[in-house]
């Protein structure tokens, strides 16, 4: 079973295959980077899922792989707080477009202000954090949650979530 996964981004990418791994066996897996055609900082749920199937579909043009895996984070407002969002979309062959959201968590003021000033919550942590690809690790949630939740973990639930869907819809076939 071919597999793409719609990023090289190292958090996402060990998620898919940590998850899919566990779940499926033969995997053949092609990793590429495709556009998300929304924003590099996506500003709310809808716009962050988008860019989640955006990435599915896009993966699948090029790769007509069995499953097409997009992931995206993004940031939403909720009643003048800002939550970090995530998103998750699997594209099937037949064209089914599975998707699941994952965890809100809560960003401090002084990060908030950066994404609201135009800047982009990875760069903005690697400042606040003075280390270099966080996104690529334990990610802003790592961060804000002492590590007890990291980037790659938080999008493996999203996974699971995408990948139990899949089985539920084949177990109906
Ligand atoms: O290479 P891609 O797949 O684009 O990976 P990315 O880290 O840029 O991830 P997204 O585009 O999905 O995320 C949108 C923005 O939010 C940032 N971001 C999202 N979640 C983050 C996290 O947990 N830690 C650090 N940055 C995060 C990310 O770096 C982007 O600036
Ligand atoms: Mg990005």
Known sequence: MLVSIGTKNKAKTEAITNIVGNYLESIE????????NVSEQPFSDEETRQGAINRAENAF?????????GLEGG????????????WGALKLKDGTVLTAAGALFLL???????IRAGKELGPVMDVYTNEKGIRHNKG?????TANLVN??????????????????????Q
Request: charged share 25%; with cysteine; hydrophobic share 40%.
């Open 75 to 86: 940031v939403r407002m909720i009643d003048g707080n800002m939550y970090c969002c995530n």
């Open 29 to 36: 897996y092609i990793q590429l980077d495709v556009p998300s």
């Open 140 to 144: 802003a949630v790592g961060v804000f």
């Open 151 to 172: 980037r790659t973990e938080m999008f493996e639930h999203i996974v699971k979530l995408l990948i139990g869907q899949y089985f539920f819809k084949i177990g109906q």
């Open 108 to 114: 401090p003021e002084e990060v908030a202000k950066e």
């Open 61 to 69: 043009e090029k790769t007509s792989a069995d499953l097409n895996f």
